[in-house]
């Protein structure tokens, strides 16, 4: 794989624990994260599964 780089500051992405809050809900993903400005790389298939997954089910609640 290629490295991955920051768009915004350039330096090379790092995986990463990320937790993400949503409504109240915490989950977490091991994904490439900025180690300068902490911008986090989603994967479409990450934010078209689970993530949307996990939204939908929220939401309906």
């Known amino acids: ?9 350039g330096e090379a992405l790092v995986k990463k624990k990320t937790v993400f809050d949503y409504m109240g809900r915490t989950f ?12 986090v790389l989603i ?4 934010a078209k599964g689970r993530m949307a997954e996990v939204e939908e089910m929220l939401e309906d609640k």
Not at 1 to 9: F, H, P, T
Not at 43 to 46: F, Q, V
Request: glycine share 4%; aromatic share 8%.
């Open 43 to 46: 994967p479409p298939d990450l």
């Open 28 to 39: 977490s993903e091991e994904l490439y994260k900025c180690p300068k400005c902490g911008l």
């Open 1 to 9: 794989m290629d490295e991955w780089k920051c768009r915004k500051c």
